[in-house]
């Protein structure tokens, strides 16, 4: 941690932000910087940690933070995350919005929204079809490059107003789409009533995020940050849509980012629900998923994980071995931060990303550079933060490889290839 911090009080308690109900802690990942907040060299405006408990709630399952971040310090102007720089993310997301266009917006003057559509990667297929859409996103300079697509966007944070506001101005919506941004959204119900005035009578709310079978699987708690307020599963989304009078109707577990669900919800009635809708659910119940017990057992290995991989990084800094990152990832500060991982033990770590180049990773402050000269540079080791693109990455820097570099992978467990 820097010399010029501000730390939240470890707040109470509180009860579960979906249904009210009593919230058990069972992970503590200590104190958390922003994880998006990639700081200038010399900045001396005091860096702000909140500190990182996670539990689930005894009444509807949802795991959940216990601390939340005020939003519009995650989301703002500059966030700096663009969805378009991974092919396999523009891939995934086009053949998404063609599945739309081909099942759902087929009426006469169909509607879509997106809430988070960051630069557009999403409405870009939609709105090239000729089809009315509007993306919502806090996000400025994302929303801009959107813009420069042919994408209407309004720059705000979808909540309960904006949906009535979107209804008034544009009519109903046909289908509500929102990838990675509905878990990083603590106030669920009013997102939800928002949902409610929006949706057309049939419409449908459709949303994708990372699953928490797949971390405890995985043992892949850097999908835990201030960003990713829940971890969602059908137990617990189904319980969130019945309190609100929604549906859950369809479930799909998809690869992207790791291991998601694509979560569809409609109004409770509507449609009919698929049978994977009850087959998600009881697998859950009988791996005994939401249980204390299992997710204290998650608790343990993401103890051993990151101790084992700062292990490794030592013992390779004591035989004098060059390692970097690659990917400076979000969610990477997780795992940086609790296991104590700093530019003393990864001297840089390369992204595409500009809007990251030349500044330092949030809490622990590794340099951010570009990948150029990647391949062909002197590391003997690089860390895949970005493991959620590993297949990607590893096919483009196959010189990398070739030239006797290894990669250090940290989930599912601790290993070099
Ligand atoms: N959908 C894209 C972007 C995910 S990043 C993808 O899957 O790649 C999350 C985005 O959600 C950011 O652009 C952020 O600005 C936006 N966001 C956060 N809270 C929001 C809210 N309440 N309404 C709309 N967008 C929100
Ligand atoms: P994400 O896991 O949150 O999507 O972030 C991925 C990060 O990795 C993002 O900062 C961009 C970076 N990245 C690269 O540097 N090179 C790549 O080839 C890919 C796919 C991502
Ligand atoms: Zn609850």
Known sequence: MSDTTTTTTRPARGGCRVCGGAVEQFLDL???PLSDAFRVPGEPAPEFFFHMDVGACADCSMVQLLEEVPREQMFHQEYPYRSSLS??????????AQHFLDTELTGPDPFMVEIGSNDGVLLETVAE???????VDPSGDAAEVARGRGIDVQVS???????????ERHGPADVIFSANTYSHIAYV??????VNELLTERGIF????????????KTSYDQISDEHFYLFSATSVSEMARLHGLELVDVERIAVHGGEVRYTVARAGARTPTPAVAALIAEERECGMHELATLRRFA???????????????????????????????????????AGIGPDLVDHVVDTTPEKQGRL????????????GFGTDTADYALLFAWNFADEIMAKEQEFHDAGGRWILWTPHVHVV
């Open 157 to 167: 944070f979808f909540e309960e107003e904006v949906g009535r506001g979107i209804r």
């Open 300 to 338: 343990d290995r993401v103890r051993t994980s990151a101790a084992e991989l700062r292990a490794l990084l030592t013992e390779l800094r004591e035989q004098g071995k060059t390692v970097v990152a690659y990917g400076a990832t979000a969610k990477s500060a997780t795992v940086t931060n609790f």
């Open 87 to 96: 092919s396999t993310m523009r891939e995934h997301f086009a053949g998404n």
């Open 361 to 372: 990773t949030p809490g622990v402050h590794i340099p951010v550079r570009s990948p150029e």
């Open 189 to 194: 119900p009013s997102i939800l009533r928002g």
């Open 206 to 217: 459709v949303f994708e995020d990372p699953y928490l079978g797949d971390i405890l699987e």
């Open 30 to 32: 200590g104190p958390q």
């Open 129 to 135: 079809a000729g089809v009315r859409h509007l993306g």
